[in-house]
């Protein structure tokens, strides 16, 4: 069955660093998005993507973050200059051609920012 | 925005019982779905469910979209189901919004 993949599972930073989540969404999935836990709190919604920009975004999305799906399998989370309430569990979601239908997700990656 | 309710927020049971969570919306929803956080943090699909009835093995939910409200019921309970359930709906122009999520621990 096909899944949402995402790398890396775990990652390390230090405060004011950069990084880069990946996500490989499922082949025929048109819609795509991105959401954090922080750690013992509910899941939230962070940006949805389709046709190659943006289509939603919540008030957490601010400067800080970018999205990009820089070739046909990738879709990327961009976090500038972390800062220790960063850290939590971004997950990458997709859907067939709507966030109207089931939205598969992803297996996480678990971001601490030191 | 939609605002999401679920009850209750812990549960223990012992194996083999049944359960029953709830899922209670501000507004209504176009698209629902439950979702299992296992303990390694994975959100599982356990249901795409905006209206009607669906079973799955143990597991079945029912939604009432008229009275914006989903229950999951959980039959037979194995150790295995232990973890976090959430429910989360989507609207037009609103976010995909989860609800707080009901912590379940089913004992052996």
């Known amino acids: 069955e096909p899944e949402v993949t995402q790398t890396p599972s775990h990652q390390v930073t230090q405060m004011g660093q950069e990084v880069i989540l990946r996500c490989v969404p499922i082949?025929?999935?048109?819609?795509f998005y991105w959401y954090r836990q922080i750690l013992g709190q509910k899941v939230e919604f962070l940006v949805s993507f389709y046709n190659n920009e943006i289509s939603e975004k919540s008030e957490i999305f601010d400067d800080q973050f970018s999205v990009e799906r820089p070739d046909g399998s990738n879709f990327t989370l961009k976090i500038r200059s972390t800062k220790l309430e960063d850290s939590a569990m971004y997950f990458c979601?997709?859907?067939?051609?709507?966030?109207?239908?089931?939205?598969?997700f992803g297996p996480g990656t678990r971001l601490l920012v030191l | 925005g939609i605002q999401v309710e679920q009850s209750p927020p812990d549960l223990i049971l012992q194996e083999g019982a049944n359960s029953t969570l709830r899922c209670n919306f501000s507004d209504s929803v176009n698209n629902l779905q439950w979702f299992h956080q296992n303990p390694w943090g994975q959100l599982i699909n356990l249901f795409y469910?905006?209206?009607g009835t669906k079973q799955n093995g143990r597991l079945s939910a029912t939604t009432v979209a008229t009275e914006r409200y989903s229950l999951l019921y959980i039959s037979s309970s194995q150790t295995t189901d232990s973890g976090v359930y959430f429910c989360a709906g989507y609207n037009y122009g609103q976010n995909f919004v989860f609800g707080p999520g009901t912590r379940l621990s089913v004992l052996p």
């Open positions: 469910i905006p209206s």
């Open positions: 979601a997709s859907s067939e051609a709507s966030p109207l239908e089931t939205q598969y």
């Open positions: 082949s025929n999935h048109l819609y």
